[in-house]
């Protein structure tokens, strides 16, 4: 019941907010990238972000230090408060919390089955899957020669099992169907996910229907320009997009019949929210389109804390450190390839 939240909440969901309060303040801040951007090699940033909250995860690190361990480091720190709010957590707040790794066992399902059919060495692969997406028997993905094959060896044990129920087929995998089944099962997580914020009501509903609806679009428009020049049909591109959202259902015939970038502007322009995020690009230049939405998805998660006693901020938290984690990646492979002069160009501050 909506307004009611704050009698109840505190019971089983005071404790785990007040901690993910606590680590989102401990986020970094316009400064901390400015300082970051003006190291000369990999080991300033470390001293950096020695007096941040990655400090204890770094200093053991020998130099030279690589931008993978710098990135596999910070990512082991989400990892690790991930787990510790998901042992505390009851229902429904536990289910919340694993729906938001769901997204992550998509793209390792995803890294692991085109590394194979392209003859990577799966351990290689492995290494490479992000921890919060990892499940008992993803090593034996490699097995699998067509969907079924995938489903019925490996995926029928795991949470993504329902949502392989639409893009089951005897076709064999290669990189066209591969990245049809990503975004079918992204579509079929997306649509659930929603569908159990709505169930849980309140504000946690209210919240996390503008997050889910904002990536729900933006999914939307990058399938529609990657599958510009390609063999996928309209019906098939239709079929891709998520069932909510705020280009759903209009903006969605809309998308399907698109032809080139600037056609998918014109109908993203029609509406207020996205209007600001294309007026940023220049006609015909999609690159900083993922930046662009970026930023929109940040501001709206920082939005999120601004309100008290849902379930939002847990899911707003998660993809905030990402968005951090990705600044860091970047901002250390400038350093370590010498292009400072580029560093600037996809770091999304976040306060």
């Known amino acids: ?81 991930y787990k510790h709010m998901l042992c505390q957590a009851t229902e429904p707040l536990s289910t919340f919390l694993e729906y938001i790794t769901y997204g992550h066992m998509i793209d390792n399902v995803v890294l692991i089955v085109t590394g194979t059919l392209h003859e990577r060495d799966v351990q290689e692969l492995l290494e490479k899957c992000h921890p919060l997406g990892m499940f008992d028997s993803i090593a034996t993905l490699a097995v699998a020669q067509n969907m079924r094959d995938l489903y019925r060896l490996v995926l029928v044990d795991t949470p993504l099992a329902p949502y392989f129920s639409e893009c089951i087929t005897s076709e064999d995998l290669d990189d066209m169907n591969i990245e049809i089944m990503r975004n079918t099962l992204y579509k079929a997580y997306l649509e659930d996910f929603y569908r159990f914020c709505q169930k849980l009501g309140g504000a946690t509903a209210e919240i996390m229907s503008d997050l889910l609806a904002f990536e729900a679009d933006r999914r939307a428009v990058n399938i529609t320009i990657n599958s510009i020049g390609t063999e996928l049909t309209r019906e098939d591109r239709k079929k891709l997009y998520s069932n909510f959202g705020l280009l759903y259902p209009y903006g969605h015939e809309e998308l399907a019949v698109c032809e080139d970038v600037d056609q998918v502007r014109g109908v993203m322009e029609k509406y207020p929210p996205y209007q600001s995020i294309f007026s940023k690009m220049s006609y015909g230049e999609s690159q900083m389109l993922d930046k662009a939405f970026y930023e929109e998805e940040v501001k709206r998660h920082c939005l999120s804390f601004e309100q008290q006693f849902h379930y939002g901020v847990f899911f707003a938290y998660m993809r905030l450190r990402e968005q951090e984690i990705r600044n860091l990646m970047w901002i250390s492979e400038c350093v370590a390839q010498n292009q400072k002069s580029r560093v600037h160009d996809s770091v999304v501050f976040i306060f």
């Open 1 to 81: 019941m909506y307004g009611f939240e704050a009698m109840t909440f505190n019971i089983h969901g005071g404790y785990l907010e007040a901690i993910v309060r606590g680590h989102r303040s401990g986020l970094l801040t316009a400064a901390d990238y400015n300082n970051l951007c003006q190291c000369e090699t990999l080991d300033d940033i470390k001293m950096h972000l020695s007096a941040t909250d990655y400090g204890p995860y770094l200093q053991n690190e020998p130099s030279p230090l690589h931008t993978t361990t710098l990135v596999e480091k910070c990512t082991l720190k989400l990892v690790d408060e």
